[in-house]
């Protein structure tokens, strides 16, 4: 049975031709239909530029999901309930005589959900096409990042949605905040006193959070090599992470109770000048190793690459947060490309007992560490000191977990992709996952000033091997504070 509270809509999808539509959108959206989630009577427009018949564009669509679906979730009578929604319109996005067709195509809708899976600088011209086709009065836009490359051209797009659509009917997509790890962190902070009453600078050390990707650019060099990886992880992604790890409790679970929440963090970060860019960040380029065996070339060495570029694949930064609940507590955040291992996680190191009664040599053990992993295997782990078991062991210590790890526990149950939750979210009309204009600006401000460092100091970013945790001088920058990376082999 539907719930209620998802009404019947028509989903628009411009930019259906493309890598993040084919590859996510559309089997996130088939998920939603088999677990009898999407209205009777939804229907999904798909968008594209290229001409053709609208069944040569659906049928690549078809191919899709079976190639991005798991064979396990695929069944014939949702595949074909699911394509019975599915119709597809050629268009270009940039002239205002193409939308007339489209809302002829569309017929009277009760709701329309504008999905842009383009670059942000056709925003405000979909945008305007739909107003002037009388189409925006019912209508959600949902917004793919990055939105802008610095603050003042992210003002610009938010400022051209912003003339046709109000701050209510916009929903700017940060994935990771539709994981269902991610989710959990609210819940596990602020439903349980046992972590909310130590989660403070009395009793946290330091604060890790790690992004690491074993891809390259994967075709991607004209965008990647524009944007960076600052601009493509940290501005986004990463201070997300941050701020829901550090937001004081919100007043309830509404959409700007979270954010003004997660504002106050944004607004909280001490600058980081260029005098102290060679203390508190690192970034690196990686340049030709191994990845699982196998040889990988470097980022200059890539399909179409610049030889002379300077844009870093990755960063590594010390981050305080100047308030009362985090005053004198670091964090550490990293993100990059070519590494080890594809791996997502939080870690919240917890400090030290007051006063030590064990024996001297097993101190260096003493550790509570709090593992928020959000992929590949999401879970929470809770790493705590116990005794050894056996007559001859006396006191003697080790450290276990005690874990939570969602596909053990939840075995029977698939974990939902975090697009299948925020296009559930976006039909609900929910915007508590979703990113507002604010934090994008204060996020944008706190990087311009990394970037103008780095321009202003014109040196290269470190190099480091493709398969290693990146330059040796990140490991430098948590070992200053008597730190470690948890978990680098």
Same mark, same amino acid.
């Given at each position: ?12 999808l ?10 996510? %959108?559309?089997? +996130?959206?088939?998920? @939603? *239909?088999? &677990?009898? !989630?999407?209205?009777?009577?939804? #229907?999904?427009?798909? =968008?594209?530029?290229?001409s053709?018949?609208?069944q ?10 079976? %190639?991005?679906? +798991?064979?396990?979730? @695929? *069944?014939? &009578?949702? !595949?074909?309930?699911?394509s019975a #929604?599915?119709?597809? =319109? ?18 009277r ?13 056709v ?14 009065e019912?209508?959600?836009?949902v917004?793919e990042?990055?939105?802008?490359h ?29 994981k ?11 439903a ?30 004209g ?18 992470l941050?701020?829901?790890?550090a937001?004081?409790?919100p ?21 980081i ?15 030709a ?20 570029s ?24 990293r993100?990059?490309?070519?590494m080890?291992?594809k ?6 190191h ?10 001297p ?15 590949p ?5 809770l ?12 006191m ?15 075995r029977?149950?698939?974990?939902p992709?975090?697009?299948?939750r ?17 934090e ?40 200053r ?9």
């Open positions: 049975m539907i719930p209620q509270s998802i009404e019947a809509c028509t989903l628009a411009f930019g259906a031709s493309g890598d993040l539509a084919l590859r996510k %959108l559309f089997p +996130a959206l088939y998920q @939603l *239909d088999q &677990a009898g !989630l999407l209205h009777a009577d939804t #229907r999904i427009l798909a =968008l594209g530029r290229e053709g018949e609208p040569q564009h659906l049928a690549v669509i078809d191919q899709h999901l079976r %190639l991005h679906v +798991a064979a396990d979730d @695929l *069944d014939d &009578a949702t !595949l074909q309930r699911f #929604r599915l119709d597809y =319109l050629s268009m270009d996005f940039l002239s205002a005589e193409a939308y007339p067709a489209l809302a002829d195509k569309l017929g809708v009760e709701q329309l959900i504008a999905y842009f899976a383009t670059p942000a600088s925003y405000g011209a979909i945008c305007s096409g739909l107003a002037h086709s009388g189409l925006a019912r209508t959600r836009v917004l990042k990055p939105i802008g610095d603050l003042a051209s992210s003002l610009a797009v938010n400022d051209a949605v912003a003339r046709y659509f109000p701050e209510s009917r916009i929903y700017r997509i940060d994935h990771y905040l539709g269902e790890t991610v989710q959990n962190l609210i819940a596990l902070r602020f349980n006193s046992l972590f909310e009453s130590q989660w403070n600078q009395h009793h946290i050390s330091h604060v890790e959070i790690t992004v690491a990707e074993q891809v390259g650019i994967e075709g991607r060099w965008y990647f090599d524009q944007a960076g990886q600052l601009r493509d992880m940290i501005q986004n992604h990463l201070l997300q941050l701020c829901l790890v937001m004081d409790p007043s309830d679970l509404s959409a700007d109770s979270i954010r003004d929440e997660k504002v106050k963090v944004l607004k909280a970060l001490a600058p000048t260029a005098e102290q860019l060679g203390q508190q960040v690192v970034r690196g380029q990686y340049v190793g191994s990845i699982k065996g196998k040889a990988v070339p470097g980022y200059l060495e890539e399909d179409n690459a610049n030889a002379q300077h844009t870093e694949t990755f960063v590594a930064l010390r981050a305080e947060i100047r308030n009362w609940r985090w005053s004198g507590v670091p964090f550490y955040l993100t990059g490309k070519r080890p291992q791996l997502s996680q939080i870690v919240i917890f400090k030290e007992p007051p006063h030590y009664i064990f024996a040599e097993q101190r260096p053990l003493i550790s509570n560490r709090l593992i928020i992993r959000l992929q295997d999401e879970g929470i782990s790493q705590v000191m116990t005794k050894e078991q056996g007559l001859d062991k006396g003697q210590l080790r450290s276990g977990p005690l874990q939570l790890s969602f596909s053990d526990t939840y029977s149950m698939r974990i992709d975090a697009y299948e925020l296009l559930l979210e976006v039909m609900k009309g929910n915007q508590n996952l979703f990113v507002r204009k604010d994008i600006e204060y996020a944008w401000q706190w990087c311009d000033q990394l970037i103008a460092g780095w321009q202003r100091q014109g040196s290269a970013p470190k190099p480091y091997a493709a398969g290693t945790w990146g330059p040796a001088a990140s490991i430098a920058l948590i070992t504070d008597g730190k470690d990376w948890y978990g680098d082999l």
